[in-house]
């Protein structure tokens, strides 16, 4: 705004300024409401002329100036590519080029919000070399050479989307999924994983000089963070997509590094071990990360300990070694350390894949912790390199934290935040139990938001401090939970648990807990899951009034007593276990009213009563009582005791047989986790209220992204062409 009302009100003759003054300021008080409205006014005419370029306007203005120019709209209900400014903003140079590889590479990222890499198959065909074109297209054709291993390992990685060799004719459609190889078949090559990244975790020891990469000690394979193209007609490469590492590449980085430094010339700029490098290692409690140099890339199945030097042979023929201290293997995410090294501990950063948003993740959870941050006692558990520390109380274990918090009087609010992603080895359990009085609330919380604005007459200390950067926090506890509530029932105590990595079960312990809201964590399915106690005698403390919650997490068995009535679950894995036994319990609440929305379950279920929709449940769904409730687009076995069904599947035992989810993968820990196979019926994938696919991954509307682009691939494709959608993952 130009002006406010103090300077309007400056305007005015002294003399009514003094007359205002006298009055008790009635002129004031108008001119500053008059004030605000022209502001309004000004501002909206600002508005008014931001809509009219597609860089500032607003969005509901978006679709009207993609009318002008011939946009055709599509499905906005992906979050991710909900708002078309980008494609309307593009549209005009993307005709220009209309038909061309990269403006359908870039399309199909626009469209889906997906990476993508786009092959013209008529370049992958084995043809007979023109004498007169040498010159103009290179050779395709003659044997594959089995001494190129980085070629031979190209062939089937990302379903063929990098494959340097030859292929004959494949006469079969590209559209079908089937054909590939031939003269006017496109292949758009889609990653629907994504890489998320750990800055600074905990190296899981699993034996002498043995580590893994995951905290929990499976073994992961380690993605690759995608780098940023800088050139508008390039091709995206591997280092582009958020792909599975290979081993090759690697490893071949990294000798050209040795080599060279052991000439003495300056190494070639670095693509994976650049200013962003694919992984980092720190050792015991070093200050800086071993040396890229130093790391080799090998094959770790067999734990093998690298040497501690290598030998480079100089061009006068002359040996020169070269210092090792680690080895790593990307394709399982182990380390392992040379025997010179004394390895007690060791940090990792590194990127790890998986389908979306959920369970405890280094990804931006403002939205879901920001309504519970209304007055916070804040305490800090360790300390991150990019957040700036919190003035007061800060701790080095949770441990610490929570006694702390104990110490707080009835009707606090705290916050427990954990600064950084190592993993905590400790239980709070039994003298270092969480005890939540009545009227208090406590989260704990994976720190990794901008600063959070707090009410005025709150001490700065209470607020916490620090930047979102590319690297977010996932804490990880080895070790249970344990709550206690109040013993009263006019108990309205709070648990919230956020962002967070447990190797452990949460367990209520014997009282009134009010709340209890695990949103986007991890409770690791085959060790741990969330188990509610009551008191068998003392009707005082029994969990009657408590709530349990949980949002966009994967936890393992639910165990709840009959005293237990509300159970709400949101887009979540529910497990009976890691490898997800179908008849082993996912939930037991025989007393709970259940409320599952977008939600995949592996193993039975039995509640009192349910509301289901959008649903995936593996085993059999038994509620008490069928004759409230209704189960709604969901997949469940039909030997199910379940309430009266709407659409849901299957219908009867003959669909039964071709109708049944499945997954890319089953075992916890894999990036493909629940997903669901491209294999499963298109009425599970496509089977959900709004025709999108059931289960856990119900929000990235997969179905309405697809179609997306095929309406664009019609516009784009140059005339004769036809174009196949292949998902690498």
């Not at 093998?304 to 020169?320: A, C, I």
């Not at 190797?503 to 399915?525: D, F, I, S």
């Amino acid at each position: 705004m130009s002006f406010d009302a103090q300077r309007l009100y400056e305007l005015l003759p002294a003399i009514y300024r003094i007359r205002d003054l006298e009055q008790g300021e009635p002129l004031r008080a108008l001119l500053a409401v008059i004030a605000d409205e022209v502001g309004v006014l000004e501002e909206n005419l600002d508005q008014l002329y931001d809509d009219q370029f597609i860089e500032t306007c607003a969005d509901w203005v978006v679709p009207y100036i993609g009318d002008l120019i011939g946009v055709r709209a599509l499905h906005g209900v992906v979050p991710q590519v909900s708002s078309p400014r980008a494609e309307v903003a593009n549209t005009i140079r993307l005709r220009r080029r209309k038909g061309t590889a990269a403006v359908l590479e870039e399309l199909a990222r626009d469209v889906t919000g997906w990476p993508a890499r786009v092959v013209e198959f008529f370049e992958w065909l084995g043809w007979t070399q023109f004498m007169n074109h040498i010159r103009v297209r290179p050779p395709r054709g003659g044997w594959l050479d089995l001494r190129d291993h980085d070629a031979c390992e190209r062939i089937a990685y990302a379903r063929g989307a990098f494959d340097p060799t030859a292929h004959t004719v494949d006469v079969r459609r590209i559209a079908s999924g089937r054909g590939r190889y031939n003269i006017p078949n496109v292949g758009l090559f889609l990653w629907r994983l994504q890489a998320y990244p750990i800055t600074r975790g905990t190296a899981r020891p699993v034996g002498l000089n043995r580590f893994t990469f995951n905290p929990v000690g499976l073994d992961a394979q380690l993605f690759n963070r995608p780098q940023t193209e800088s050139e508008i007609a390039h091709l995206a490469e591997e280092i582009n997509l958020p792909a599975v590492l290979r081993r090759r590449p690697l490893h071949d980085e990294l000798e050209a590094r040795r080599q060279a430094l052991a000439e003495g010339r300056k190494p070639d700029d670095a693509v994976y071990f650049g200013n962003q490098p694919v992984c980092e290692i720190t050792l015991n409690a070093e200050s800086k990360p071993v040396l890229t140099e130093e790391l080799m890339i090998c094959d770790l199945s067999d734990w093998r300990v690298p040497p501690n030097s290598k030998d480079y042979t100089l061009p006068n023929g002359s040996n020169v070694a070269r210092k090792i201290r680690a080895a790593v293997d990307p394709a399982l995410g182990r380390l392992t350390f040379a025997a010179a090294e004394d390895p007690k501990a060791a940090t990792v950063s590194y990127d790890y894949g998986f389908s979306t948003e959920m369970g405890g993740g280094p990804y931006n959870r403002l939205a879901s912790v920001s309504p519970a941050l209304d007055r916070p006692v804040t305490f800090q558990v360790g300390v991150s390199q990019e957040i700036a520390p919190i003035p007061g109380q800060i701790f080095a274990t949770l441990q610490e934290a929570v006694d702390a918090w104990n110490a707080e009087p009835p009707g606090a609010v705290g916050v427990i935040a954990v600064m950084d992603s190592r993993t905590y080895v400790e239980s709070l359990t039994a003298d270092h139990k969480i005890v939540i009085p009545a009227g208090s609330r406590l989260i704990i919380v994976a720190a990794d938001w901008p600063e959070v604005d707090v009410p005025n007459g709150v001490p700065p200390k209470q607020r916490i401090k620090g930047q979102l950067s590319p690297e977010g926090r996932r804490p990880h506890l080895l070790g249970g939970v344990s709550v206690a509530g109040a013993s009263d029932k006019s108990s309205t105590s709070e648990l919230i648990l956020d962002g967070l990595l447990i190797e452990g079960a949460l367990t209520v312990l014997v009282g009134n807990l009010g709340v209890v809201r695990v949103g986007h964590c991890t409770l690791e399915p085959g060790v741990g899951g969330i188990i509610v106690n009551a008191s068998a005698t003392d009707p005082e403390k029994q969990n009657t009034l408590l709530r349990l919650n949980l949002e966009h997490s994967i936890c393992g068995p639910v165990t709840l007593p009959d005293t237990v009535t509300y159970l709400s679950i949101t887009n979540s894995i529910v497990s009976s276990g890691k490898d997800s036994d179908d008849k082993l319990a996912a939930i037991t609440a025989p007393g709970a009213e259940a409320k599952l929305e977008g939600s995949t379950f592996f193993g039975t279920v039995a509640v009192r009563s349910v509301e289901a929709s959008n649903c995936i449940f593996t085993g059999i769904l038994e509620a008490a009582r069928r004759q409230t409730g209704c189960v709604r687009f969901s997949f469940l076995p039909l030997e199910s005791k379940a309430p009266r069904r709407y659409r849901c599947r299957p219908e009867d035992a003959a669909e039964a047989v071709r109708v049944r989810p499945q997954f890319t993968s089953r075992s916890y820990g894999d990036p493909g986790y629940a997903q669901l196979s491209q294999r499963c019926a298109v009425e599970i994938r496509e089977g959900a209220d709004d025709e999108v696919e059931m289960g856990a991954f119900h929000d990235l509307f997969q179905p309405q992204r697809e179609t997306n682009l095929r309406v664009r691939l019609d516009e784009y494709l140059r005339f004769g062409l036809e174009a196949g959608i292949i998902y690498v993952s």
